[in-house]
C-alpha cells in the first residue's frame, strides 16, 4: 500500500514560487510513475507534469516553462517546483503514484491548497 503526503502549499503573489514535496510511503516500484494534479473549484482534476523512475518528463502546457518536476528515487519523493505563478494556478493540488501491472491503478496524495493572488 502507498501513502503520499504533500506539503509545501500556501499563499503567494503572482510571479512568485513556490516548491511542493511529496513524501511517499511503502514501495515504490521502478514502473512507477510519479506526478502532480491539480484541482480548482469546479473544474475536473487535471495533469500537472509527470515523471519516471528514468527521469522522463510530462508537463501540462500551462506550466511548460515554469514548473519543474523531479524526483528522488531512493527517498520515495517527487517534487514540483513552481515559478512564476499566476492566479489561475490557484487549486488544489495532488500528488500521484501511478502503477501499471495488470491494469492502472493510482494512489493519491490528501491534497495541498495553492493560492495565487494580489
Known amino acids: 500500500q502507498v501513502q503520499l503526503v504533500e506539503s509545501g502549499g500556501g499563499s503567494v503573489q503572482p510571479g512568485g514560487s513556490l516548491r511542493l514535496p511529496c513524501a511517499a510511503s511503502g514501495t515504490i516500484f521502478s514502473i512507477d510513475t510519479m506526478g502532480w494534479y491539480r484541482q480548482a473549484p469546479g473544474k475536473q482534476r487535471e495533469l500537472v507534469a509527470t515523471?519516471?523512475?528514468?527521469?522522463?518528463?510530462n508537463y501540462a502546457d500551462s506550466v511548460k516553462g515554469r514548473f519543474t518536476i523531479s524526483r528522488d528515487n531512493a527517498k520515495n519523493a517527487v517534487y514540483l517546483q513552481m515559478n512564476s505563478l499566476k492566479p489561475e494556478d490557484t487549486a488544489v493540488y495532488y500528488c500521484?503514484?501511478?502503477?501499471?501491472?495488470?491494469?492502472?491503478?493510482?494512489?493519491w496524495g490528501q491534497g495541498t491548497q495553492v493560492t495565487v493572488s494580489s
Open positions: 500521484n503514484v501511478a502503477r501499471d501491472l495488470f491494469q492502472r491503478h493510482d494512489f
Open positions: 515523471i519516471t523512475s528514468r527521469g522522463s518528463t
